[in-house]
């Protein structure tokens, strides 16, 4: 099987893109990235020809779309089959979009996969051609390593207590003044908020192994991968009611799901950084088959389908 992944290139393949193709070339499939450059429609539109090109020379059997927009550029441009993944922003967006994105959806994609069922119940469409798929997590990457030695390699205070925001606290969506306003209500010398993001994506095990919580206050999200990946190390995690956080989070021990309430997420924090120690967040996504080979094969089950 031929698959042809479309993503975004503005700012270099998203690592989470890059992963999956890792995994599904792992397979065995064969797998080419085709990366859009340029903002907007113009943008987008200027990176028809040489699209048009790579699909008539690669030849796919699937192009695989990542984000609505990308997925309504290869329909603009191909015959083909064209699956496309849904990101949070895709369909927790209104008005306009909002329509364009369902009528792809429900006429135009011959799949689309969203990454959780409060995704799915967001589009609000009544069709078998919507697959729930997290994006998945590298366990040879993202796994518990000792936190005195991450302390040390990224420089951080041995002895206070380190709660990890990592999101870009300009993106309004992610309520970084929340998550502020929690530690100032904990009015604690000891307790730090370290603000990591735009870091090498291989890099986030060593910040997330070096902390002693992560703080998710954001207003809405698909699956979010940060969480997942400090489960993975076994960082204990506190986060808003967002996207599929409760089912992952479900029993796991020493984290918490939280209203958007400042004193709630202070409150919580201060039992997470109590010295109760890592969680077993790593058991659970093993058992939530959320490793980026289980991911692969469910992806390749919805191909198969397809093209049947």
């Known amino acids: 099987m031929r698959v042809l992944f479309v993503n ?10 890059g992963a999956q193709a890792k995994s599904l070339r ?27 090109k790579h699909i008539k020379e690669f030849s796919p059997d699937i192009i695989h779309a990542h984000y609505s927009l990308c997925g309504i550029a ?8 064209v699956i496309t993944s849904l990101m949070g922003s895709d369909v927790k967006s209104s008005g306009l979009w909002r ?18 069922e409060d995704m799915n119940r967001s589009l609000s469409l009544k069709t078998s051609n919507i697959h729930v798929i997290p994006n998945g997590v590298d366990l040879n990457l ?39 306003t929690a530690i100032d209500i904990l009015n604690r010398s000891d307790v730090e908020l370290k603000v990591v993001y735009g870091v ?29 990946e400090a489960m993975a190390c076994n960082l204990p995690v ?20 939280c209203r958007h309430e400042a004193e709630e997420i202070a409150s919580f924090i201060a039992t997470v950084i109590s010295d109760k120690g890592r969680s077993d967040g790593n058991n659970k996504i093993g058992l939530l088959q959320l490793s980026n080979p289980s991911v692969a094969e469910r992806i390749i089950s919805v191909y198969a389908a397809t093209l049947r």
């Open 142 to 180: 993202v796994k518990p390593a000792d936190k005195t030695v991450c302390r040390k390699n990224v420089g951080w205070n041995h002895y206070n207590k380190i709660v990890l925001f990592a999101a870009n606290p300009k993106r309004p969506e992610k309520s970084y003044s929340l998550a502020k």
């Open 99 to 116: 329509i364009i994105v369902r009528f792809f959806v429900a006429f135009v994609w011959r799949a689309t996969i969203v990454k959780s």
């Open 74 to 81: 290869a329909s603009m441009i191909t015959k083909k089959t």
């Open 8 to 17: 975004s290139g503005n700012n270099g393949i998203c690592p989470i893109v």
């Open 238 to 257: 506190v986060s808003t009611d967002v996207g599929d956080v409760r089912w992952l989070l479900g029993g796991v021990s020493n984290s918490f799901v």
């Open 200 to 228: 090498a994506h291989e890099s986030m095990p060593l910040f997330m192994n070096a902390a002693d919580a992560l703080l998710l206050t954001s207003l809405w999200e698909g699956s979010p991968n940060i969480v997942k």
């Open 26 to 52: 792992e397979t065995g499939l064969q797998l080419e990235l085709f990366s859009i450059m340029g903002k907007g429609f113009w943008g987008y539109l200027k990176s028809f020809p040489r699209m048009r």
